[in-house]
Each structure stands twice: as C-alpha cells, then as structure tokens.
C-alpha cells in the first residue's frame, strides 16, 4: 500500500499548512508513533460488549471502515451522525469509541483507530502527523454522504462508482496499448489508483514512469496519458475533498459562491497583507519586493483616464443590452467612477457574451453618439473578445501572464493589465491561478472585462512544475500583448 507520507526533499509553502515551518518534513518515528497510537486506543479503556449491543457495533464497524475508505479521517461525532441518520438505532461518539476500541486493540491488523477525537484510516498509524494533515486539507469542505446502500459499499477499499470506474478503464486501456510488452504496467496502474486517494504529485507520476522504465512512444502519447490521468483523478472521490470529487466539489462551491460578485472586490476586503510578509503570489520574495512594487509602480493596471473611456464605454454597452434583453430591474449610472450593483452587472454581462453580435447592433443604434475611439473600442470587443478559462502563471511589471488556448489547442501566452489595480494586487493568491474571464483589446493592449472569477482549486508542486513547463514551451513564441 502506497503511504500518503512528503518526500524528503519537498518543502510546504502554503501559509495555513500545518507543516508550513517544516522543510523537507522528517515526519514520527516508529517509538512515537507507537505512543500516540496506545495514548488514544488504550487497552486499559477496552470494555466488553454491553448485552444487546453487538449487533450496532458490527454495524458500526462497517460504518467505520467505509468512512475511513473515503474520507481517510472523520469524528467519533460525525460518524455517530452518519449513522443515526441511516438507522433506527441510534449512537453517540462516546458510545462508538466505546464499541469499537475493543475491535482495534485485539486485531492484528485494525483497518483504523482513534487519534484524538477522530477515527483515521490505518495510512496514519506510522506517523499521525498526517491525521491532521489531512484534517487541515479538508477544513471548511462539505461532506460528501451518499445514502446507506452506497455508503456501506464502501467498506470494500477497492470500491468505485460506476462513473469513477469508467475514467480509470480509460486510462487503463491506453496503458495497456501504449506498454503492451511491459510486465509491471499493471502494478504501475494500481500504484497510480492508490496515489488517486489524496493530492498526489505530478513529479510522483514521472518518479513511477521511471522506475517501471516506461517510455512514451511519442509526445502526443504523453500528453493523452496525463490527459486521460487528471480526467481520471478529477472524476475520484478524494480524501482532501471529504469524498467529493474535484470536479463535484468545483461545481458546488461555483453553485454556493456568487457568480455575480467579482473577483477583485472580495479579495481587497477579505486579505491583507503586510509589507514584510511573504508575498502571496507564492514567490518566496516579501510582499514590499515583489507584488507591491508592481502595483506601485501602476505600470500593471489602468491609468485613472483610461479607466474613466473603459467603465464609461462599458456601462453603456451594459446598459443597451439590459434595455434590449430586459435582463434585470436596474437603472444605470453612466458616470465613473461611481457606484453599481455588480451582482446584476454580472448577470447583463453573461447575457453579452452569449450575444456579442448586440454589440454592432448598440453601435449602429447610437451612430453619432458614440466618439470615433468609443465605437473602435466596441468593434475590437466583438470581433477579438477571448472567453475561456487561463491559468495565471506570473507577473511581470507591465502586467500578468495568463497561459490559454489560441483555439487550435497550442498553449498560448497574454500579457494582460488589471483595471484599477493590478491582476497580481486582485489576485492576491498564490500562482498558478485558475481563473475565467473575457479578455478585451484596449488600444495597443489587452484588458479584461472587469469581472474576473477565480477557481477553488490549488495545485501540488509536481503540477506547479507542469505549469512550468507549458509555460516555458509557450514563451518560446513570446507574450501576446495585443488582440487583433
């Protein structure tokens, strides 16, 4: 079995991580890791079975096996939860440590024990530093709980959904073409199923490629291998995601978070950083040498004139489409800078861009009204307008990089400046971002369309270093600073 445990020679960057002062984790040893495990499970507290009882805890022992099975880690409370919710007997957290303490102290092999006020799959008995680690992972994620008939399913480790099972076939039939004469692909593909658990590494990907000497048969077989690996992986209910899915949990919180509320205006009020800390973006520089400088500098954003011909130039544009389309009750102010309602914004501008064409429509609707470099503007709008998802890879003192797509599947690179402040001062995150927006040509630059909404995802160092590299593969044909 594959252990969830960092490398030796990884180091964690994340702020909030519990092991954030911790490079290159040494992690327990063998003498700890034994006390802690007869700290929280003491034989001493073994207690026999009351009368009557035997055949909740049976059922709570299956309970249990299938919550650590997808969870990895989950309360004595909630799993008392789970299964009131399920049964018509009824439990306590109490009463499961008291159930099932005797069950781990006499096997030989327990599939979980207690730690804390949890019960954790048996990957942490060497070390349950990672107890809280995955704990850390899974703060403020809501559970996934699938209804009893599922649930129970899941006391078989090796368990998947129909529609997980398809992804990982897939992925299966192309090792068994591309390696068709290689013995240990089989061995390979498990090790990479078990990896699917928890946030895994593309460099752990490229570590077992090598040690099972396996060779792509050209660069397009690469690329469908880790294609059809994150499909796979997206499509897996992970430990960090308490049994979600990534693309299930993208979906709720795109569901839960407010389309309508941009990007910039939550990240100002809710983050705050200090000259002297660590600069978000990830660099490793303090925040008054890297990010600040460029938000200082104003070279990456708008100037205050610029902003003035963009919001006043897009207000109106909002507002025909609102008037034609009726999208919302809203009576607009055409001035800048003043103050709107981004929420129904946010609404009349999807309804734009599903119909960009309304755009010549409000230009011939307003010939005479509109300044020669209001009406260009417009046209360069409809005609060069990108919409897509990008990922935010770096800044530069005139602007950020965003890695997207030209249309024909090369990866791409656009340098593109924020509105009233820079991407990198929005954003406040650390790099790779996965965001999605529209980008616009603004004279001899290129721009955003003001609403910019950020993705709940974060990347592991081993992607972070695939980044790297498409973004280095893409520099190679420069920074697209101009649309059109």
Not at 131 to 158: C, G, H, M, T, V
Not at 198 to 206: D, K, M
Not at 397 to 408: C, F, I, R, T
């Amino acid at each position: 079995m594959v252990h969830c445990k960092m490398r030796a020679d990884d180091s964690v960057v994340n702020a909030e991580s519990p092991y954030v002062k911790i490079k290159g984790y040494a992690g327990m040893t063998e003498k700890q890791a034994q006390k802690t495990f007869e700290k929280y499970n003491p034989a001493s507290k073994a207690v026999r079975c009351p009368n009557g009882r035997a055949p909740v805890r049976k059922l709570l022992d299956i309970y249990a096996r299938a919550a650590i099975n997808l969870y990895g880690i989950i309360s004595r409370k909630e799993l008392a939860d789970i299964f009131n919710s399920q049964n018509d007997d009824r439990t306590s957290a109490d009463e499961v440590f008291s159930l099932l303490l005797p069950l781990v102290i006499k096997s030989k092999r327990p599939r979980y024990c207690f730690y804390k006020d949890y019960i954790v799959h048996y990957w942490a008995f060497d070390d349950f530093d990672y107890a809280d680690y995955w704990l850390w992972e899974q703060s403020d994620k809501p559970r996934f709980i699938p209804e009893k008939e599922e649930f129970l399913k899941f006391e078989n480790q090796y368990y998947e959904s129909e529609s997980q099972e398809a992804y990982w076939e897939k992925l299966w039939t192309f090792i068994v073409k591309e390696w068709s004469g290689n013995i240990e692909r089989y061995r390979f593909f498990n090790e990479i199923k078990e990896l699917s658990a928890y946030n895994f590494e593309l460099r752990e990907i490229s570590d077992l490629i090598d040690e099972y000497g396996l060779i792509f048969k050209n660069e397009k077989s690469t690329q469908n291998f880790f294609n059809l690996l994150m499909n796979a992986r997206n499509n897996t209910r992970l430990w960090a995601n308490k049994g979600y899915s990534p693309k299930e949990l993208v979906a709720i919180m795109e569901k839960e978070r407010p389309k309508e509320a941009p990007v910039e205006m939550v990240i100002h009020q809710n983050k705050k950083v200090g000259p002297n800390e660590p600069c978000p973006c990830g660099s490793g520089k303090k925040y008054k040498k890297c990010c600040r400088l460029t938000e200082e500098s104003g070279t990456a954003r708008l100037s205050r004139s610029e902003c003035g011909l963009f919001y006043v130039t897009w207000y109106r544009l909002l507002d025909y489409i609102n008037r034609k389309l009726d999208v919302v009750d809203y009576k607009f102010s055409l001035k800048y800078p003043d103050f709107h309602d981004e929420t129904l914004l946010y609404k009349i501008r999807e309804r734009l861009w599903e119909e960009p064409k309304l755009i010549s429509e409000f230009i011939d609707e307003n010939s005479g009204k509109l300044s020669d470099e209001e009406a260009g503007l417009l046209r360069s709008w409809e005609k060069h307008h990108i919409k897509q998802m990008f990922f935010v890879v770096d800044y530069k003192p005139e602007y950020a990089v965003l890695l997207g797509n030209d249309g024909k599947k090369r990866d791409v690179l656009y340098g593109v400046k924020g509105m009233t402040s820079s991407i990198a001062d929005t954003m406040r995150r650390e790099l790779p971002i996965q965001l999605e927006t529209v980008l616009l040509p603004f004279k001899d630059i290129i721009i955003y369309d003001s609403f910019m909404s950020s993705m709940p995802v974060s990347f592991a160092a081993g992607a972070k270093r695939a980044f790297g590299e498409m973004y280095e593969a893409a520099l190679a044909h420069g920074i697209i600073t101009r649309l059109g």
